[in-house]
């Protein structure tokens, strides 16, 4: 929902990261983020291996971005 809400804006990992701390304050990892876009990929690309929405900017982020294939 994040990248949905800053639409073809890159939001950093940390960005992403700090909203998915839980209730109790645990943290959860790096990984997990990798894996939760990884998944998300999965059901709304066509070609999740070659992503046209859901775009990773090395070093830096993620940005959701219109596609109309």
């Given at each position: ?27 959860v ?9 990884k ?23 993620y ?7």
């Amino acid at each position: 929902l994040l990248l949905l809400e800053h639409k073809n804006q890159t939001i950093t990992r940390e960005q992403i990261l700090e909203k998915l701390w839980d209730v109790d304050g645990n943290y959860v990892n790096d990984n997990t983020l990798t894996t939760l876009v990884k998944r998300l990929r999965q059901k709304v690309e066509d070609y999740p291996q070659m992503p046209k929405m859901l775009l990773t900017v090395r070093g830096f982020g993620y940005k959701a971005v219109d596609y109309e294939g």
